[in-house]
């Protein structure tokens, strides 16, 4: 009988130490499939992020262009004006620079 308390005993810390392996074993594969769902939620939510920054961005750039454009159209408006302005000069300076020759060699 003492013989028999025993053996079960004994088969009972098997089972124990069995069950214990086993929830270790289990709590590890747990742990995984929540690192690697933990990772692939990061990834998606880094994909996500970096999508809608590159889309604000975007938005961004766009309505930058409709700003500079306006400008742009002004400051090339100006720049034509500046030019004109000054081939009226160069062209009353050229004159005067060829009265000024004429008259000092007597050419008229």
Do not use: C, N
Request: charged share 35%; aromatic share 2%.
């Amino acid at each position: 009988m003492l013989v028999d308390m025993i053996k079960d005993i004994r088969v009972a810390e098997d089972q124990a130490e069995e069950a214990k392996r086993k929830a270790h074993a289990e709590a590890r594969k747990i742990v995984q499939e929540a690192e690697l769902k933990a990772s692939e939620v990061f990834q998606k939510s880094l994909a996500a992020a970096e999508a809608e920054g590159r889309e604000i961005v975007a938005a961004a750039e766009k309505e930058g262009q409709s700003l500079v454009a306006p400008i742009q159209q002004r400051a090339e408006q100006e720049i034509e004006k500046v030019i004109g302005a000054a081939r009226e000069k160069q062209e009353a300076a050229i004159t005067k620079v060829m009265e000024r020759i004429v008259k000092t060699y007597g050419h008229i």
